[in-house]
């Protein structure tokens, strides 16, 4: 039986400072959200103390303009060929070498190595989950569903019948 990939959407993705791993948004509670482990699937509460980040918000500084962290995955799996990004553990000139294989314009001052980790470990995540959908496909189902109502909404009555 042929599973579809489950379609996540960035900003349901969230990395939380000091925590390892990538969490999933469930639901807005009174004080906290409550999230859920990706890997463990285990579901806990982020507080208003916690540094919350939606991948959605991430962007990665480059010479010209920030590149948002979908389109950097949307690189990373064109380069990589749809596999695994290099392990976020490599030697740092490893990771550095690779990272401008993949965006060649970053901001060499404001992006640290530990930022590269950073983004190959959550690429690695995603893919191994099977949640990596790409940018542009994911604009288009969007739009192609926004067409639909607006196309049902210009057909227009039939014509009556005329009265003598």
């Not at 791993?21 to 639901?27: R, S, T």
């Not at 064109?78 to 740092?92: F, H, T």
């Not at 926004?146 to 005329?162: D, F, L, Q, T």
């Amino acid at each position: 039986m042929y599973t579809k990939p489950k379609k996540m959407i960035l900003k349901d993705i969230l990395a939380i400072s000091g925590e390892p791993g990538l969490f999933k948004f469930i639901a807005q509670g009174k004080n906290a959200i409550i999230i859920e482990h990706l890997e463990t699937k285990k579901r806990s509460s982020a507080y208003g103390s916690a540094k919350v980040s939606s991948l959605e918000d991430i962007a990665i500084f480059t010479e010209k303009e920030d590149m948002p962290l979908g389109k950097v995955f949307d690189l990373i799996h064109e380069k990589e060929n749809g596999g695994l990004a290099i392990d976020s553990k490599a030697d740092p000139a490893k990771l550095k070498s690779w990272f401008e294989t993949i965006l060649p314009d970053y901001s060499k001052d404001k992006v640290y190595v530990s930022d590269m980790k950073k983004v190959a470990h959550w690429y690695n995540i995603l893919h191994s989950l099977n949640l990596l959908v790409k940018e542009e496909a994911e604009k288009k189902e969007e739009s192609a569903e926004e067409k639909a109502p607006a196309e049902k909404k210009k057909k227009k009555a039939a014509p009556k019948g005329k009265k003598e």
